[in-house]
């Protein structure tokens, strides 16, 4: 059912009732048992178009809300009632929260306000999770240590690969820094003994 949706005075569909409203449009254009005017066709085609331009502006509105975010999250903590504030208003509105949103949170968790959002926060983050986990099936793995099991046909080992011969050898130490020789005595010649 449409609400109100804010100060800005239009309303909200949710995602369930825009599939029914687009079904409705297309079943209305395609009924045969009511042929329509070519002005109501011309309606459900506006109307049609509408939703579909609502849409898209929703998505971009949600983008820019989350970049939004983003960028107080990055300014914290000096954006402190303007992040809890936009964050407040993205969970009201469906906003799963992600890792950074959560880590931000539990650093600012000595505000009240802030603690207070992490456990909604958290809680949120802990259902879109369990809900992920049930929906998506887990992998299955074939159990090949119970007797009557098939065994895998034995892989062949991978060949080792040859390491490239470099063109000229490998310096040795020896050859790279050579021994330090010592210092010739001086010659003994031409001093008086005394």
Same mark, same amino acid.
């Given at each position: 059912m449409p609400?109100?949706?804010?100060s800005r005075g239009g309303m909200a569909f949710s995602a369930a009732e825009l599939h029914v409203l687009r079904r409705s449009l297309a079943h209305a254009l395609q009924s045969s048992s009511a042929p329509l005017a070519a002005e109501e066709v011309?309606?459900?085609?506006?109307?049609?178009?509408?939703?579909?331009?609502?849409v898209r502006e929703a998505g971009r509105l949600r983008a820019f809300v989350l970049d939004d975010l983003a960028r107080y999250r990055g300014a914290l903590p000096g954006s402190l009632p303007g992040y809890l504030a936009l964050l407040r208003e993205a969970l009201a509105a469906g906003y799963e929260p992600v890792p950074d949103d959560l880590a931000a949170l539990r650093a600012l968790r000595a505000n009240p306000a802030a603690a207070a959002l992490l456990e909604r926060a958290r809680a949120v983050a802990e259902r879109s999770v369990r809900r992920r986990l049930t929906t998506t099936p887990a992998p299955r793995t074939r159990l090949l240590t119970l007797a009557g099991g098939q065994a895998e *046909? %034995? =892989?062949?080992?991978?060949?080792?690969k040859e390491r490239p011969r470099p063109e000229r050898p490998v310096p040795t130490p020896g050859e790279?820094? *050579? %021994? =330090?020789r010592k210092p010739a005595a001086p010659p003994a010649s031409g001093l008086a003994v005394v």
């Open positions: 609400t109100p949706y804010g011309q309606d459900c085609l506006r109307l049609a178009q509408s939703v579909d331009e609502a *046909p %034995p =892989r062949p080992a991978p060949a080792p790279v820094f *050579p %021994p =330090r």
